[in-house]
């Protein structure tokens, strides 16, 4: 469950942005607008991935089951006040804005542990399937998202919202009920200030600087001349190049840069990477396609298009969700062969 809302909500805005700029009165595409239209969209997605590697770390020092049953109290409380907006216009847009970055806050939470508790939970024969299965359940997320944020955006853009409150409010006191602790939590550890300061400030400042890049500066349609873009670019490059020097000469990495030697693990990040890349690039060019031209071209009004370009979307992220058990079973078939030692390994 946690997976599913925490997933769900990187994908429900992008589809119900437009009744969700009509609710508020905000035109996107007016002077001073369209920043908030992209960090609402992003926002939610930079404070994830800046995070997550951080919240991780810091799960291994205070406890796993603690962090994760705080993020999903954190996301409740996100998508309570995201129900509850009270202004309009531009101001609307910035507490928008500004409780979606909480609800991001409570999703680098859950995404950082959900895997590790399932991995801590389940014997090496079985955790494929069970890795599996929360892959699945991300998909899922993703896919609810499309489709309810095109039908409840027909209705009230609260409603996009509101959706995730009740499971929410269940999933927290769930979690915090029936949740233990399994991993050992190794005394003494420190945290490693430098490394996720370097990592954060980086990650962060450098996708800033791609953001912005899509604001028109000056005569240019693109602002890649932008001060602010090549500054942000260069210092979050920087930052990001320094952050493996400096886990290698700290005593508690905040990621220990030795796992890399792990062509397995290596070879799944960067696999990882690119799929995620590719299908949220297309998720994204699909969505604005669907609803800004090719739905409106064939008949269908603007007030509609939320709902069926959800629709549209259904059969490829059926695809998605259905891989995700077949393949966790195959490998866990493989785990109990020959492949064992390797699948220890990268679980490990």
């Not at 001073?32 to 991935?49: H, N, Q, R, S």
């Not at 806050?105 to 801590?120: E, K």
Request: aromatic residues 12%.
């Amino acid at each position: 469950m946690g997976v599913v809302l925490a997933s769900a909500d990187i994908n429900i805005l992008i589809i119900a942005l437009p009744a969700i700029f009509r609710g508020i009165k905000v035109d996107p595409m007016a002077p001073g607008a369209f920043e908030y239209l992209l960090w609402i969209i992003f926002g939610y997605d930079v404070v994830t991935a800046t995070l997550l590697v951080t919240f991780g770390r810091i799960s291994d020092m205070l406890g796993r089951v603690r962090m994760y049953n705080l993020g999903f109290a954190v996301y409740t409380a996100g998508s309570i006040m995201l129900y509850l907006v009270p202004d309009m216009g531009l101001r609307g847009a910035s507490e928008i804005l500004i409780f979606r970055l909480v609800q991001g806050v409570g999703g680098a939470l859950i995404f950082s542990n959900s895997a590790a508790i399932i991995v801590d939970a389940f014997p090496p024969s079985e955790r494929g399937k069970a890795l599996g299965a929360n892959q699945a359940a991300i998909l899922v997320g993703s896919l609810l998202g499309l489709v309810l944020g095109g039908v409840l955006a027909v209705y009230d853009w609260r409603f996009v919202f509101l959706i995730s409150v009740p499971f929410g409010l269940f999933g927290t006191a769930w979690s915090y009920w029936k949740l233990r602790e399994l991993a050992v939590i190794r005394k003494g550890q420190k945290l490693d200030v430098w490394g996720n300061a370097a990592f954060a400030l980086g990650l962060t400042i450098f996708l800033v600087g791609m953001t912005y890049s899509l604001i028109p500066f000056g005569s240019s349609a693109m602002g890649w001349g932008n001060p602010l873009v090549i500054g942000c670019l260069g210092v979050g490059l920087g930052l990001l190049i320094a952050f493996p020097i400096i886990e290698a000469r700290t005593k508690d990495p905040m990621f220990s840069m030795e796992l890399f030697k792990n062509r397995g693990f290596s070879a799944g990040n960067l696999a990882a990477f690119v799929a995620a890349l590719s299908r949220g690039g297309v998720m994204l060019m699909l969505v604005i396609l669907l609803q800004a031209i090719w739905l409106p071209l064939h008949g269908f009004s603007y007030h509609d298009t939320p709902f069926w370009a959800g629709i549209y979307i259904i059969p490829m992220s059926l695809g998605f969700v259905s891989a995700g058990p077949l393949v966790g079973g195959f490998r866990t078939r493989k785990a109990r062969g020959a492949w064992r030692p390797a699948a220890c390994a990268c679980y490990a």
